[in-house]
């Protein structure tokens, strides 16, 4: 089992920066690819970026690429999701979720997750 604690949403103005990070316990957490996701009301989940157990290869969404930035600390067992030039389709809700031997887009592949944590922003 991984259990998985998202922090750092918020309300922000648009043009402006978040910083999520999601505190991973339980197995080897460096073992796993971890992944944000998003869902904003009335939409589906969409994957948002993923990062492969050594940090070596990052996946993103279109939308997201040059604004956002995720990274790992294996030592302190966080991922991390910096979110730069935020604007309102940006707003949802926010889950890093863990996956064991994948490294894709596909959010059933994603064995655990968090509970989310909410990102507004506001035009």
């Known amino acids: 089992q991984v259990q998985l604690v998202e922090s750092g949403g918020g309300l922000v103005q648009a043009g402006g920066s978040l910083r999520l990070s999601c505190a991973a316990s339980?197995?080897?957490?460096?073992?796993?690819?971890m992944g944000w996701f998003r869902q904003a009301p009335g939409k589906e989940r969409e994957f948002v970026a993923a990062?492969?157990?050594?940090?070596?290869?990052?996946h993103y969404l279109d939308s997201v690429k040059g604004r956002f930035t995720i990274s790992r600390d294996n030592a302190k067992n966080t991922v991390y999701l910096q979110m730069n030039s935020l604007n309102s389709e940006d707003t949802a809700v926010y889950s890093c979720?863990?996956?064991?031997?994948?490294?894709?887009?596909?959010?059933?592949?994603?064995?655990?997750w968090g509970q989310g944590t909410q990102v507004t922003v506001s035009s």
């Open positions: 979720a863990a996956a064991l031997g994948y490294s894709g887009r596909n959010y059933r592949a994603y064995a655990y």
């Open positions: 339980g197995r080897t957490f460096s073992a796993y690819t």
């Open positions: 990062i492969v157990w050594s940090g070596g290869s990052t």
